[in-house]
């Protein structure tokens, strides 16, 4: 329930029974001030400042962060999904993994709308002390002079936005990478238990390599999807509000940037689609060479055998060779566009 989700947050989390000589992170039992300014990881940066860090160094995860935990309440969850099916609905893996670990999830998107926020609004606080700052100099010390605690209000205003900017910058950016860090190791599980019990049909669709490379490359993919999925709603928000504000000060004139960027909004979308299907495509070649490569490894004995290694090579190199070319299309494609988009900012 979110109740105890706000507990797992907020309060010191549960330790699992280790043995003496374990260690579990600070984290588990820090303060919620430790944990928005990281005070708990300061012991392991002076250890790190002193000595390179080893295994001995680094701490235990506490219980609520356990693959096994996650991939046991994860099983629930999605038990409970899968009763929508007797009532003709869809289940949902995405709801699922929001019910396991949604309230970090969603406390990263708040703060990040925070961040968002006092970042559009703060060239305000910039604006009204540069107005300040202008009526002190034309008044000339006379008695129309702003009063020196406005000056004084404006600049703490704006350090405060400042600083709140920052921790909220930083917060969200480490809350949204432990929720994917904690959906991947899920999904990882749920993914691994599921292999277990896959039936001979089944085998022939999923095979060793497609298992493999859902779990090593594409759950990958869910660490940057949890720091950038709060984008799509909090950027069309923050624009909307940076419109309007730019409209209030400069007028009508505004809305010619904003059209240009409605304009290449259609042309970013087909990039986008097309650096998709190229991903797709390398995806395909992949689960195939891994496919291959598990083959080979278990039939190593015959193919040295036959004196098949040069023919086996061969293949393997001509299905690696064209994954290289997809991923590296894939890679310039993305760089540079990414450099035209730097550009323009």
Same mark, same amino acid.
């Given at each position: 329930?979110? /109740?105890?989700?706000?507990?797992?947050?907020?309060?010191?989390?549960?330790?699992?029974?280790?043995?003496?000589?374990?260690?579990?992170?600070? %984290?588990?039992?820090?303060? #919620?001030?430790?944990?928005?300014?990281?005070?708990?990881?300061?012991?392991? &940066?002076?250890? !790190?400042?002193?000595?390179?860090?080893?295994?001995?160094?680094?701490?235990?995860?506490?219980?609520?962060?356990?693959?096994?935990? $996650?991939?046991?309440?994860?099983?629930? %969850?999605?038990?409970?999904? @899968?009763?929508?099916?007797?009532?003709?609905?869809?289940?949902? +893996?995405?709801?699922?993994?929001?019910?396991?670990?949604?309230?970090?999830?969603?406390?990263?998107?708040?703060?990040?709308?925070?961040?968002?926020?006092?970042?559009?609004? *703060?060239?305000?606080?910039? =604006?009204?002390? #540069?107005?300040? *700052?202008?009526?002190?100099?034309?008044?000339?010390?006379?008695?129309?002079?702003?009063?020196?605690?406005?000056? #004084?209000?404006?600049?703490?205003? @704006?350090?405060?936005?400042?600083?709140? /900017?920052?921790?909220?910058?930083?917060?969200?950016?480490?809350?949204?990478?432990?929720?994917?860090?904690?959906?991947?190791?899920?999904?990882?599980?749920?993914?691994?238990?599921?292999? @277990?019990? +896959? *039936?001979?049909?089944?085998?022939?669709?999923?095979?060793?390599?497609?298992?493999?490379?859902?779990?090593?490359?594409?759950?990958?993919?869910?660490?940057?999807?949890?720091?950038?999925?709060? $984008?799509?709603?909090?950027?069309?928000?923050? &624009?909307?509000?940076?419109?309007?504000?730019?409209?209030?000060?400069?007028?009508?004139?505004?809305?010619?940037?904003? !059209?240009?960027?409605?304009?290449?909004?259609?042309? =970013? !979308?087909?990039?986008? =689609?097309? +650096?998709?299907?190229?991903?797709?495509?390398?995806?395909?070649?992949?689960?195939?060479?891994?496919?291959?490569?598990?083959?080979? +490894?278990?039939?190593?004995?015959?193919?040295? /055998?036959?004196?098949?290694?040069?023919?086996?090579?061969?293949?393997?190199?001509?299905?690696?060779?064209?994954?290289?070319?997809?991923?590296?299309?894939?890679?310039?494609?993305?760089?540079?566009?990414?450099?035209?988009?730097?550009?323009?900012?």
């Amino acid at each position: 329930s979110d /109740y105890k989700q706000y507990k797992m947050f907020w309060k010191k989390r549960n330790q699992h029974p280790v043995k003496n000589s374990e260690k579990i992170i600070p %984290e588990a039992r820090a303060s #919620i001030f430790s944990k928005i300014f990281f005070v708990w990881l300061n012991e392991l &940066l002076r250890i !790190g400042y002193k000595k390179p860090l080893e295994k001995e160094d680094l701490y235990y995860l506490d219980n609520e962060r356990l693959a096994k935990t $996650l991939a046991e309440k994860f099983e629930n %969850e999605w038990n409970n999904e @899968l009763q929508k099916l007797k009532k003709g609905k869809k289940p949902s +893996l995405i709801l699922a993994v929001n019910r396991v670990i949604g309230f970090e999830f969603w406390i990263a998107g708040l703060t990040r709308l925070i961040a968002y926020l006092l970042q559009v609004f *703060s060239p305000l606080a910039i =604006q009204a002390i #540069i107005l300040f *700052s202008t009526e002190s100099i034309e008044s000339n010390n006379s008695d129309d002079a702003p009063p020196i605690y406005k000056g #004084i209000i404006l600049s703490t205003i @704006l350090f405060l936005m400042l600083q709140i /900017y920052t921790i909220t910058s930083v917060q969200c950016l480490y809350l949204s990478s432990e929720c994917g860090i904690l959906a991947r190791t899920i999904l990882i599980a749920a993914i691994y238990r599921k292999a @277990l019990v +896959l *039936s001979g049909k089944a085998r022939s669709t999923f095979t060793s390599g497609k298992i493999t490379n859902l779990m090593s490359t594409d759950t990958t993919r869910i660490d940057w999807v949890a720091v950038y999925s709060h $984008l799509l709603w909090a950027t069309p928000l923050i &624009l909307l509000i940076a419109l309007a504000l730019l409209i209030l000060n400069i007028g009508l004139s505004a809305l010619a940037g904003f !059209g240009l960027m409605v304009i290449a909004a259609p042309l =970013q !979308g087909r990039i986008m =689609q097309s +650096l998709i299907k190229i991903r797709k495509k390398a995806s395909r070649i992949t689960d195939e060479r891994v496919k291959i490569t598990g083959e080979i +490894l278990q039939g190593i004995r015959v193919i040295k /055998y036959y004196a098949w290694e040069d023919s086996v090579m061969d293949n393997l190199e001509k299905i690696r060779a064209a994954e290289i070319w997809y991923i590296r299309v894939h890679f310039f494609m993305d760089n540079y566009f990414s450099c035209i988009k730097d550009f323009f900012n």
